[in-house]
């Protein structure tokens, strides 16, 4: 029992789960299809009833008057001969009280070069319960054989003899009906027929047309699919916004346009998060290695001069037979083995193993210069650290053209074998609001840049222009260039030219001196100016850094 009412229970589950794996298409075309054949169906049945009706009201008005038969009934019975035939294909017959059926009039068929032939009377059971159910109500019923119908009527009567006496019963008649319900079958015939063809085509139709109508959601499936495949930039066809299908597509466009930016600006923050955290290690790896080189000379020049005997206690004896006897002990097997860097530059110093004045001035001079190295990159380092917390810098009107004429001055100091040539461009007075300190600091770094990385002899030139409102500033602006001939960068080196700590040499070499830092503060104290920084560069063709920064409402 209970299997039997698990497996009931499975089947009602299916059942009830089945429209829900059933198209949309097809559920659509097979509602249609049913409400049409319902309503053909309904359309069809009280055609045919209304014309059945009224088709048999004229039999039915002649069988409901009881006085036509009566003359012809009372003559059979009181006058009685042979049964009549009726050319009418009228039937007509007399049941007594207590007694058996006595047709009247046969009904028969005459056909032209044929003899008539009686038809067969109407089928009736003639039993008391069928006559009282149907006393005085036409109704049809078939024939006794064949396929021909009847409608039929009975009634009580009683009929008086002129002799005296009377005879009562129960007069039937019957009308051939059989042309009526041909009619009836051939108009329910053709109405199926039309219906069917009406199904058809609109099963064809509806089938087109629910198609069309979903060919959009068939879209938005596909733009779907393409976007669960990765391509974000899939949108729904755009549809006639009056419709209820062009509205959806147009929100699911801006929802999907709403998600790519979306999916673009996370890509974008975790490809920046990865870059800053990169160029976080490779800050942290430029700076460790930056002071780890002073840090190193300064402990290796004091170390030396506590090697020597420089210090004792906590004190720094003079030199003596004492640094002397410190290193009497030592086991070198050479005269070079076992020394320092900063051994071999004091040079005399480990040969004669004493503690000069002027060795003790030249190990202190390198610690000043190691010192004060690192006291200038911490210093850089300290000064783009608070331009990264945009910390506000002075705003006050600086003379951009005295700031360049004074570095170029400066220049021609340094290098007076370069061709150092200043170019001022006409237009108004070339000033900007900003730290007039950190400005020359710009164009110091800017300068000290081309010094620096192009060899001796290469010609600089220095030029400030006006410039419009452009791509790159929508203000007007001043611009200053700095460009040499020297070997230029590549195109990766340009790129990264602006980086921190970036720097062309990958060897950390000390031949051109620098930190990596200069270009990284000019881009810092620009960007912090409201102003830009570029770079326009061609391999052994020299290299040309461009500044733009918004003119001073004075100047304008």
């Known amino acids: 029992?209970?299997?039997?009412?698990?497996?009931?229970?499975?089947?009602?589950?299916?059942?009830?789960?089945?429209?829900?794996?059933?198209?949309?298409?097809?559920?659509?075309?097979?509602?249609?299809?049913?409400?049409?054949?319902?309503?053909?169906?309904?359309?069809?049945?009280?055609?045919?009833?209304?014309?059945?009706?009224?088709?048999?009201?004229?039999?039915?008005?002649?069988?409901?008057?009881?006085?036509?038969?009566?003359?012809?009934?009372?003559?059979?019975?009181?006058?009685?001969?042979?049964?009549?035939?009726?050319?009418?294909?009228?039937?007509?017959?007399?049941?007594?009280?207590?007694?058996?059926?006595?047709?009247?009039?046969?009904?028969?068929?005459?056909?032209?070069?044929?003899?008539?032939?009686?038809?067969?009377?109407?089928?009736?059971p003639a039993t008391a319960s069928w006559l009282a159910a149907h006393d005085g109500q036409p109704v049809t019923v078939g024939a006794q054989s064949g396929g021909r119908r009847w409608r039929v009527i009975a009634y009580d009567q009683t009929f008086f003899n002129p002799a005296g006496g009377t005879i009562s019963g129960t007069v039937l008649a019957g009308l051939d009906v059989t042309s009526v319900y041909r009619t009836v079958d051939a108009l329910a015939h053709i109405d199926m027929v039309v219906s069917s063809i009406v199904l058809l085509a609109l099963a064809i139709v509806g089938v087109a047309i629910v198609r069309s109508s979903l060919r959009p959601l068939t879209d938005i499936e596909v733009t779907a699919q393409g976007i669960a495949a990765g391509d974000l930039s899939r949108r729904v066809p755009d549809r006639d916004p009056r419709t209820e299908v062009g509205r959806l597509g147009r929100s699911l466009n801006s929802m999907l346009a709403q998600i790519e930016a979306a999916f673009h600006a996370r890509e974008d923050s975790e490809a920046a998060a990865r870059k800053s955290e990169e160029r976080m290690r490779r800050f942290v790896a430029d700076a460790s290695h930056e002071l780890r080189t002073p840090l190193t000379a300064i402990r290796g020049y004091a170390e030396y001069y506590r090697q020597l005997g420089g210090m004792r206690n906590g004190t720094a004896p003079g030199p003596g037979p004492a640094t002397t006897a410190s290193r009497a002990g030592s086991t070198a097997p050479g005269p070079d083995a076992g020394t320092t860097a900063q051994e071999r530059e004091a040079g005399p110093l480990a040969a004669s193993g004493q503690l000069t004045r002027p060795d003790l001035d030249r190990i202190m001079q390198r610690v000043e210069q190691e010192s004060a190295r690192m006291g200038l990159l911490v210093e850089d380092m300290l000064l783009l650290a608070r331009l990264d917390q945009q910390r506000p810098i002075e705003r006050r009107p600086v003379d951009l053209l005295t700031l360049t004429t004074d570095a170029v001055q400066d220049a021609r100091m340094i290098a007076p074998r370069r061709k150092i040539e200043l170019t001022v461009g006409a237009g108004t007075a070339f000033l900007v609001l900003g730290d007039e300190a950190r400005l020359r600091q710009v164009i110091s770094n800017l300068m000290t840049n081309a010094l620096t990385h192009t060899p001796d002899g290469t010609g600089i030139d220095v030029r400030i222009l006006a410039g419009g409102p452009d791509s790159t500033l929508p203000v007007p602006s001043v611009i200053l260039e700095v460009a040499d001939t020297g070997p230029g960068l590549s195109t990766e080196q340009a790129e990264r030219v602006f980086e921190r700590f970036y720097r062309a040499d990958q060897a950390r070499g000390r031949r051109t001196g620098g930190t990596g830092l200069g270009l990284a503060i000019v881009a810092a104290l620009v960007a912090a100016h409201g102003g830009t920084v570029g770079v326009d560069t061609t391999p052994g063709g020299g290299a040309t850094f461009r500044i733009t920064l918004p003119l001073a409402a004075e100047a304008a």
């Open 1 to 124: 029992v209970m299997s039997s009412r698990s497996g009931f229970t499975s089947r009602w589950q299916a059942l009830r789960r089945l429209p829900g794996r059933i198209p949309l298409r097809i559920k659509l075309i097979t509602a249609v299809l049913a409400l049409v054949a319902i309503a053909l169906s309904i359309i069809s049945i009280a055609g045919i009833s209304v014309l059945r009706g009224y088709l048999l009201s004229g039999y039915d008005a002649s069988l409901e008057n009881p006085g036509a038969y009566h003359d012809v009934v009372q003559h059979y019975l009181f006058n009685p001969t042979t049964t009549e035939s009726f050319g009418g294909q009228q039937w007509l017959a007399f049941l007594p009280a207590n007694g058996h059926l006595q047709p009247v009039l046969v009904p028969v068929e005459g056909r032209p070069g044929f003899q008539p032939t009686a038809l067969p009377r109407p089928a009736m």
